[in-house]
């Protein structure tokens, strides 16, 4: 029962839903993320951290990135709760922008574009 209360209070934030409904389409970075959700980068890092230690999400490095992206290989809660949600709220407001938005979701103009800014800004 301790399992299946983790995952639901994993599933009651608006942000980690987003979050998880964006890792749907495909696995993204933290700028990615930030991009589309709008909130700062600590908070995505924060939301991720939990999504982690839960087992809902899982990461991988690519190149300069850690990408996350669903662990379709979880205990058979996560497995059942994650197959249910890909199908729920894919209608709603806030979702269907998202989904519009990780399109211009580019890692290597946004995270580029960040170190460009934290360089000139250090001078």
Same mark, same amino acid.
């Given at each position: 029962?301790?399992?299946?209360?983790?995952?639901?209070?994993?599933?009651?934030?608006?942000?980690?839903?987003?979050? &998880?409904?964006?890792?749907?389409?495909?696995?993204?970075?933290?700028?990615?993320?930030?991009?589309? /959700?709008?909130?700062?980068?600590?908070?995505? +890092?924060?939301?991720?951290?939990?999504?982690?230690?839960?087992?809902?999400?899982? +990461?991988?490095?690519?190149?300069?990135?850690?990408?996350?992206?669903?662990?379709?290989?979880?205990?058979?809660?996560?497995?059942? &709760?994650?197959?249910?949600?890909?199908?729920?709220?894919?209608?709603?407001?806030?979702?269907?922008?998202?989904?519009? #938005?990780?399109?211009?979701?580019?890692?290597?103009?946004?995270?580029?574009?960040?170190?460009?800014? #934290?360089? /000139? #800004?250090?001078?």
């Amino acid at each position: 029962m301790e399992r299946l209360s983790q995952i639901y209070d994993m599933l009651s934030d608006k942000n980690r839903l987003r979050i &998880l409904k964006l890792l749907e389409y495909k696995p993204m970075c933290v700028c990615e993320l930030t991009y589309v /959700l709008g909130i700062s980068q600590p908070s995505v +890092s924060r939301h991720l951290r939990r999504l982690k230690d839960t087992g809902l999400v899982g +990461s991988r490095q690519d190149g300069f990135w850690s990408e996350y992206f669903i662990n379709r290989k979880g205990d058979e809660y996560s497995r059942v &709760l994650m197959g249910i949600l890909s199908g729920w709220i894919n209608n709603d407001p806030i979702i269907v922008e998202d989904s519009k #938005n990780r399109t211009h979701a580019c890692r290597e103009a946004l995270c580029n574009t960040k170190k460009a800014t #934290n360089i /000139l #800004n250090s001078k």
